[in-house]
């Protein structure tokens, strides 16, 4: 070859390369970019990935840094993530989000480790208290003290020094179940109850030998209470009832964005709440994403259904499709229902708190709205009579598809009823922080048979092809992710023992049921749950790599970044 007609090839290649990184510039510029991290994507076509770029609220591009460079504009936002990990977006897949709220605006009590401390927080918020004045609390855990209160009823306290403390203010403890509350005297006094007052179908007041109320009171056995909480709260006023109302979302939703969460799964609000999470929304001042669940009375149902469908309002900040109902307890306070009675209370099968045909008209109303309906389940009887509603619903209705229908929970179930959920297309929605957080007193309520066959089966259940999503149920739990994750893939307890590890799920697995297999379970896998071109720029930055670090290290991890729309909403 000449050196002229070399010369001008090498010219043309020059101008080939020239012209190709002019090209490469030439992208529009991206509002946000993420570089230098490693971005865990949930998406099995680019599973990992260095950086990546988002327009408006969607993800634009991923790929090397220097994909994403030419997206970098005078006025783009650029987090270089340090070599940190990026994950999408924490879903939590059950969470009571006015929950997380009130929880923050009342006595917590997760903390404490005995019933002395409960007393002596109550004494110094009653210094504190105007007369007449409700004292609020939640989060006490008879299961989790350090010692048993004496005298007690199945380990339960007395009323007596509550009452001692609070004579005139009226006292109302929520369990960290939320399926039972203890009540000082003047409570039980507001609320009429005495040792004449009768057990409520699905519900019980533990009394003493005498027959006189302890005050504790399980599962619908709270409503009088609760009632006569509402009366009292209705004279506040409605200023400062919308004042109150608008500060629980608002410290909701706070605590949700600090913890990494982008989205959350409601489980149900009733008709007023989901009105007022819609005007919140459509004013632009929630941050995280709700997926809200119905929680109302048939009747109600029947009558409003059709003007709640609500699908994406707010740039995708609020969507309502789905039903909630709870057919028993919780196992803590010997409330979920079980087939055999409990090792624990051999007199107690638990407590069946709504009636089959109450549930079986839900199921009715819900397949007829195209609505998903999510039931309460976590006894092995309740699991069974839920699996057996929506196989009577889906039976007369074979026309609906894809109706991706959950039980909430599903934590005990009898090994006969594990195939029925990939069977009948069912979703478990569970939650992992529950498992290492009851698996303490679990055995001392079922016997180790019970536990070890249906207790917390994650892998039983994902080998018969179901999709697991994840969460915490706050207020129950903390509603920190992080706790959740470790549990999920260790189980192991506070005791450092681990609960049936064989059903421990892997981290990749783990990350899947916060993430797409909560967008999945809420019909929103096509623009949550992974970070792909094309969905929404919902992003968790994380300190430590969860995917990799030792067990022990997960704990340690803390969120520097949660990004919503690709707005960065919270920022360590």
């Known amino acids: 070859m000449s050196k002229k007609r070399l010369f001008f090839l090498c010219l043309t290649i020059v101008c080939v390369s020239l012209l190709c990184l002019s090209c490469a510039k030439k992208e529009e510029p991206a509002d946000l970019v993420l570089i230098q991290g490693k971005i865990a994507t949930v998406d099995e076509a680019k599973p990992e990935v260095e950086a990546l770029a988002v327009r408006g609220d969607t993800i634009v591009a991923l790929g090397t840094n220097r994909d994403i460079e030419p997206y970098i504009g005078d006025s783009t936002k650029v ?4 070599g940190n990990l990026a994950i999408p977006g924490f879903t939590d897949a059950h969470a009571h989000f006015t929950g997380i709220g009130q929880a923050k605006m009342g006595l917590e009590l997760m903390p404490v480790k005995n019933w002395d401390e ?7 918020a009653v210094k504190q208290a105007q007369p007449g004045e409700w004292i609020r609390g939640r989060g006490w855990h008879q299961e989790k003290w350090d010692r048993t209160p004496v005298p007690n009823i199945d380990g339960l306290p007395l009323h007596h020094e509550l009452s001692k403390v609070s004579p005139d203010n009226p006292v109302l403890l929520t369990h960290a179940s939320g399926h039972a509350s203890f009540a000082n005297a003047k409570v039980m006094e507001l609320a009429g109850i005495t040792k004449d007052t009768p057990n409520p179908e699905g519900g019980e007041i533990v009394k003493d030998a005498q027959g006189n109320p302890i005050g504790m009171f399980r599962e619908t056995a709270q409503r009088p209470l609760r009632d006569a909480y509402y009366a009292w709260h209705e004279t506040l006023g409605a200023a400062q009832i919308a004042a109150e109302q608008q500060k629980v979302i608002e410290l909701a939703d706070k605590e949700c ?18 009105d007022l999470f819609k005007e919140t929304v459509e004013q632009g001042k929630l941050g995280v994403r709700l997926y809200v669940m119905i929680r109302d009375s048939n009747e109600r149902l029947k009558e409003r259904i059709s003007e709640y469908r609500i699908l994406g309002v707010g ?7 789905s039903i909630k109902r ?12 079980l087939l055999e009675p409990y090792e624990s209370l051999p007199t107690s099968v638990g407590l069946n708190t709504s009636t089959v045909e109450s549930v079986t008209e839900t199921a009715q109303i819900a397949i007829e709205n195209d609505f998903q309906l999510n039931v309460h389940g976590i006894g092995d ?37 594990i195939p029925r959920f990939a069977q009948l297309g069912v979703i478990p929605s569970m939650q992992g922080i529950h498992c290492t957080s009851d698996g303490p007193y679990v055995i001392k309520r079922l016997g180790e048979k019970r536990a070890g066959e249906g207790a917390y089966v994650w892998q039983k259940l994902m080998n018969t092809g179901v999709v697991i999503c994840n969460g915490t149920d706050a207020p129950v739990e903390d509603v920190d992710p992080i706790p ?3 549990a999920t893939v260790t189980r192991i307890m506070k005791n450092g023992q681990a609960f049936y590890p064989d059903q421990k799920m892997s981290r990749e697995e783990a990350l899947r049921s916060y993430t797409i297999n909560c967008a999945y379970a809420s019909f929103q896998e096509d623009i949550l749950g992974s970070l792909t071109p094309g969905k929404l720029a919902d992003i968790t930055v994380l300190s430590k790599d969860i995917m990799t670090v030792p067990d022990e290290e997960i704990l340690d991890t803390e969120v520097l970044y949660t990004i919503v729309g690709g707005k960065v909403m919270y920022q360590k």
């Open 381 to 417: 009887r309740a699991n069974r009579e839920t699996l057996d509603i929506f196989e009577e619903a889906f039976t007369a209705h074979p026309d609906k598809k894809d109706l991706r229908w959950r039980i909430e929970h599903a934590q005990h179930l009898h090994p006969s009823d």
């Open 326 to 337: 709870s057919i028993d307890g919780a196992l803590g306070p010997h409330g979920a229902w």
């Open 79 to 82: 987090i270089d993530l340090k």
């Open 484 to 486: 959740c994750f470790y």
């Open 315 to 321: 740039d995708n900040h609020l969507t309502v499709r």
């Open 118 to 124: 409960v007393i002596a927080m109550v004494a110094e």
């Open 257 to 274: 964005l600090s913890k990494g969460i982008t989205s959350v799964h409601d489980p149900g609000s009733p008709f007023e709440t989901i």
